[in-house]
Structures are given as structure tokens and as C-alpha cells.
């Protein structure tokens, strides 16, 4: 009897793993199903398969390489690089054509310039302790210009170095000149006589030096006896003539 009791332990305890094994399949197999349902999830709204793996192309070429891979062809990137290019040109034609009717106008003005002109002085007028000499300009090409406002004048000794400050502007503006062929306008001096004041008068000059109004082109004529004195050196706007 005692050996039949030992005999038969042994038989139970073998029998235990099955239930074990039961769990281990069981588990197993909830295992196996979550990974087919995540595998199986529907793509995002608006995703496409060709368009997913074009993505994921350029993301994975973008990320290997370090440099930003633009998307496949657009038509509406290239319309739109050209676009500007014909908007500038256009613009640039149009530019060109209203400077071309500006210039074209019948009522322009055509600025005398120096290889118009002939600078010469007119005749010096003494009295009352004033000195005026009219400073000459003639129109000597075969187009009518016009001139005005004042000219710029200095006096230059026989080096062409300045003699002093340049003559300041006396009175006011005058309407505008028009220079047909031949034609003069004509800009007065001023000075005072030597002796009017105590103020000395300046080195006798040379040449006096003359910018027509609206020129950076100067112009010279010989100074005759012109001298500036009594700290006086003025220049009035230019008018139509030849002066006094």
C-alpha cells in the first residue's frame, strides 16, 4: 500500500504545466491580433498612397543628404517666376515712352547750354558811385533756347585762380528768356565806384568766369577795366537784350 501512494504523486505533478501553456497560447494570440489592427489603420483624410510614398521619398532623400528637396513640378511656380520679369519689362517700356513724349512735347524747354552761347560784356555804365556792366549772352546755333534766373560769376586773375568770393544775387528772378538764332539775354553787374567806401578794391582781374543759369559748364570773356570795389560784387537775374 505504501507504494502504491508514492506512485501516484508523481503522475499529478506532471500533469500542472498544461494550464500554463493554455495561458501562454492564449496570450500570445491577443499579441498577434493588436499588431494586425495596428498595421490595418486608414490612412488620414486627404492622403493618397502615391502621394505618401512620394513624401516619405523626399523626406527620407531630404534628411540623408541635409539640403531641402522641392516637390515634384509645379506649373504654377514657373508662371510665376516668369511673370515678373514681363511685368518689369513692360514697365520699363512704358517708362521709356512717357520720357520720350516728355522730351517730344511742343512746349519743352530747351535749356541753353555753353556750346550755344557767346559770353561777351556789353558797356560799363558809371554813376552815383555805381558800377554796372552788363554781362552778354547770344544764342549762336540755329535752335531757340531759353535761359533763366541768374548765371554764376567770379572774377579770376591771369593764373584762373578766383580773386575773392563770387557776386551774390540782387533782386529777384525774372521770367524766362527764349534765345531764337542770333537772339541775347543780357545779366547786369554791380560794384561800387573805388572811393564810395573805406573797403578796398579787389586785385584788378583777368578774365571774369560766367556759369549760364541751370549749367555746371563755365564761360570766360576778358575783364576790360571791371574791378570790384567798396565790398560790393553782385549779379542781377537774367533778362532779354543786350543791357544798358
Not at 518689369?88 to 520720357?99: F, M, Q
Not at 512735347?105 to 558797356?123: H, M, Y
Not at 570795389?229 to 553782385?234: H, I, L, Q, T
Amino acid at each position: 500500500m505504501a507504494q502504491r501512494n508514492e506512485t501516484t504523486t508523481p503522475r499529478s505533478r506532471r500533469s500542472r504545466p498544461w494550464p500554463l501553456c493554455a495561458l501562454f497560447v492564449g496570450a500570445l494570440a491577443v499579441v498577434t491580433a493588436c499588431g494586425a489592427d495596428t498595421g490595418a489603420q486608414p490612412a488620414p483624410p486627404g492622403a493618397s498612397d502615391g502621394g505618401d510614398a512620394a513624401a516619405s521619398s523626399v523626406t527620407r532623400s531630404a534628411a540623408h543628404t541635409g539640403r531641402t528637396v522641392p516637390p515634384a513640378s509645379r506649373p504654377a511656380s514657373s508662371r510665376s517666376a516668369t511673370h515678373p520679369v514681363t511685368h518689369s519689362a513692360s514697365a520699363s517700356v512704358s517708362s521709356a515712352a512717357a520720357a520720350h513724349t516728355t522730351a517730344s512735347r511742343p512746349g519743352a524747354r530747351r535749356v541753353c547750354s555753353t556750346e550755344q552761347l557767346r559770353l561777351s560784356l556789353g558797356r560799363k555804365d558809371v554813376g552815383a558811385g555805381n558800377v554796372y556792366m552788363p554781362l552778354v549772352l547770344t544764342n549762336t546755333s540755329t535752335a531757340t533756347c531759353t535761359l533763366t534766373g541768374f548765371p554764376g560769376v567770379s572774377l579770376l586773375d591771369s593764373a584762373g585762380s578766383a580773386i575773392g568770393d563770387p557776386a551774390t544775387r540782387r533782386g529777384a528772378s525774372r521770367s524766362t528768356v527764349s534765345l531764337p538764332p542770333g537772339g541775347s539775354a543780357s545779366a547786369m553787374l554791380h560794384t561800387l565806384n573805388e572811393g564810395t567806401t573805406d573797403e578796398p578794391c579787389r586785385r584788378t582781374p583777368a578774365r571774369i568766369r560766367a556759369y549760364p543759369p541751370d549749367s555746371y559748364t563755365s564761360m570766360t570773356v576778358p575783364a576790360r577795366s571791371f574791378r570790384v570795389c567798396g565790398g560790393v560784387f553782385e549779379v542781377e537775374s537774367v533778362h532779354s537784350g543786350k543791357g544798358a
